[in-house]
């Protein structure tokens, strides 16, 4: 409400609501998408019984209700800074006194401690679940490697869908958090680069100067407790690691039929 007050006051127009009915469109893809991947786990696997079925139901649901909210925030977010830098550019075609652009500045800085605040808020639940996603797609992508030599069997399919699964969700929650933070510095930074300073006031020029060190300066990562920013860099270090895990994992397996060759040669003899 107090950004909603303080936009108002700086555009003299009311905040557009623009949500409408996709947080239900979202809930009910995801709870399809979830029950879809458990029907194809539990057909899949055949020596899993149903009530063994019911816990992984409620980890899987949990898991993408979670990132449909991440989803909705961070979308949120990346388009209320879409539309405040599109009246902010506006505003600079007919800028008035220096204090507008300082109105705007605070406006800003708002925006970024809510994308702060909404990192810190979902830190410790998105911390469980990058993690968990991190280790689901460790252990079924090596189940699937450890079937070649006995070549793949019905089984493959339902851990090939939850790998595949868990890594798009995995990238979905870091390229939304990359775009909320995106849209917050870079759409700001654009419409204050490109400012002709000219024609200007002395204040108003100070003002945007203050403003561009504003936006170098004032963190806008969703960072999650303090731990690490969620962005597409996470992805790609989650994916290094992960590697480098199945490399070591791979090579102990490949391991073991020599360690058990080798002794019983030696019990032979």
Not at 150 to 163: H, N, P, R, V
Not at 198 to 224: C, G, H, K, V
Request: glycine share 4%; hydrophobic share 50%; proline share 2%.
């Amino acid at each position: 409400m107090a950004f909603e007050k303080v936009y108002f006051k700086v555009t003299k127009k009311r905040f557009k609501r623009f949500l409408r009915n996709k947080p239900l469109i979202v809930t009910i893809g995801l709870l399809i998408l979830a029950t879809a991947n458990m029907t194809v786990t539990h057909v899949t696997m055949v020596h899993f019984k149903l009530l063994q079925i019911i816990p992984f139901c409620y980890i899987n649901i949990i898991t993408y209700i979670l990132g449909g909210i991440w989803y909705l925030y961070c979308n949120l977010i990346g388009e209320t800074a879409t539309i405040i830098a599109t009246d902010f550019a506006l505003a600079l075609r007919n800028i008035g006194p220096a204090s507008q652009v300082a109105n705007y500045r605070s406006l800003w800085m708002m925006l970024s401690k809510i994308t702060r605040d909404v990192g810190n808020a979902f830190g410790c639940a998105m911390t469980f679940l990058c993690l968990y996603l991190f280790l689901i797609i460790t252990l079924t992508i090596y189940g699937l490697l450890s079937q070649i030599q006995e070549g793949f069997g019905i089984k493959d399919i339902g851990l090939a869908i939850t790998a595949l699964f868990a890594g798009a969700m995995l990238f979905f929650i870091s390229n939304e958090a990359h775009y909320a933070s995106n849209c917050v510095r870079v759409q700001f930074q654009k419409k204050l680069l490109l400012v002709e300073l000219t024609w200007m006031t002395e204040d108003a020029q100070q003002e945007i100067n203050m403003f561009i060190r504003a936006t170098e300066m004032s963190p806008t990562d969703m960072i999650l407790v303090g731990f690490f920013a969620v962005n597409r860099t996470l992805f790609k270090s989650l994916i290094a690691t992960m590697v480098t895990y199945l490399v070591v994992l791979l090579q102990f397996q490949i391991s073991i039929p020599e360690d058990q060759e080798s002794s019983t040669n030696s019990t032979n003899i």
